[in-house]
Structures are given as structure tokens and as C-alpha cells.
């Protein structure tokens, strides 16, 4: 029987995951915007891109907080950052769209969403995805470790030393794996559940990157940060 019990030093590390990943919120009024009167598809994509940037402003404080991330090569953090943004963002989003929202609220935002510009063929698997997120009934240690993953991913693009991104991420993935069995005992396999969550990441990630380029065409402007981080213009 493999030694179960979360370690001190795994608590201390999840423990500072999830005050990070607590500590950093999109202020209230950027989410509660999206939930006033109607607007027109422009307005919505304009509110969408507000709040995205923000999401991005959220999760460069949550990644400097996460345990060894501010140790690794200045470069790699950067390259770090921007290979997992839109992951980061799109699982933030659902598991703060699956869980925080009251029903009503998850509603008139899943309309604004609809209503925003975004391609039909992106909006089906986002949507997917999102649901998957939420009949996972993911734990907030959960869901913070998660994130803090799929920063950690080693094979990002540009990264220098992908065996030192390597180290702090197993370290991550031994505490989940923990957590999940602790979590979840009846469910024998949602350790590889959540895991599977992150291969669909990838896949919305690559649909954004063509999104983004449609936008481009028809000239949807972007914020600076945004433009920065996603590559755009
Ligand atoms: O906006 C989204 N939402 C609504 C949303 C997101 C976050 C919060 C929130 N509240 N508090 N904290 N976070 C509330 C509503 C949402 C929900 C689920 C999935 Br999967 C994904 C999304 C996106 C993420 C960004 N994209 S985007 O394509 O990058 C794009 C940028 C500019 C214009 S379109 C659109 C879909």
C-alpha cells in the first residue's frame, strides 16, 4: 500500500497554491458588468475582452505565487506564461463559471457568451468543456493544483530547462493524485479524470489560436496585455 497520507511539506505547498489561487479574483464589478442590461454582440466581445484581461492580470499573480515558480530561469517563466495562458484562463473560467455563478447568473452569461462573436464551432466544445469542468465537483485544492499544472507543463514552446519545469510539476501532480484518492475515494479513476480535462485544454487552446485570427480579420481589437500574451497584432 503506497504511502497515502499527505506529507507536511505537500500541505504547505497545497496550502499556498490555494491562498493564491483565492487571493487572486477578477474584481466583482468586471464579472458583474456581464450580468447587467443586454448589449450587442460587440458590446459583449468588449466585455469579454475586459474581462480576459483581467483573468491574465490574475493568473500572473496567482504563477508567481506558486512554490519554486519565481526559482525557475527568467525566460522559461515568461515562455511558462504565455504557452499556458489561454489554458489557465479557459480553466479558470469553467471552474469559476461552473461553480461561483448562481444558476440564474450562469445563465445570462452563458448568452452573453453566445451573443459575443465567438465562432459557433468554438462555442460547442468551449461549452463541453466547461460542463465537463463542473460534473467534476472539483475541490478548491483541486482546482487550484490543477491550474497550477497547467502552468507547469514542461513542453511549452521556447522553454530552456523543461527538466527543472519537470520537477515542480510531478511535485504537483504526487500532491493531486493524493488529493483526488482522498477527495474521491468511490471513484477509482478521477485522478485521471481530471488529468484528461487537461488534454481538452489543449485542444480549445489550438481553436482560440484560429479564433483569434478570424477575429483579427474582422478587426476586433484586443488590449495591449492581451496582445502581448496571446501573440496577437
Ligand atoms: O469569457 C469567457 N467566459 C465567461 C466568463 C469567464 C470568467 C468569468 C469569471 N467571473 N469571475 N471570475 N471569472 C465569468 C464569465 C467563459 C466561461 C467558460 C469558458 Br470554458 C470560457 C469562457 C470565456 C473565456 C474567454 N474567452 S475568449 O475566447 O478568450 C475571449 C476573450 C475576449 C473576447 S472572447 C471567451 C470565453
Known sequence: KEKLEINR????????IVDAYNRHQIPEDVAKKLLQDQYSPEE????????ATSQVQVLVEFTKNIPGFLSLDREDQIALLKGSAVEAMFLRSAQVFSRKMPTEHT????ERVRKSGIPDEFMTPMFNFYKSIGELHMVQEEQAILTAITILTPDRPYVKDPQAVERLQETMLDVLRKLCVLQHPQEQQYFARLLGRLTELRTLSHYHSEMLASWRMNDHKFTPLLCEIWDVQ
Open 44 to 51: 459583449n466581445f468588449l466585455l469579454l475582452t475586459e474581462m
Open 107 to 110: 445563465d445570462v452569461l452563458e
Open 9 to 16: 511539506e505537500q500541505r504547505a505547498l497545497m496550502k499556498a
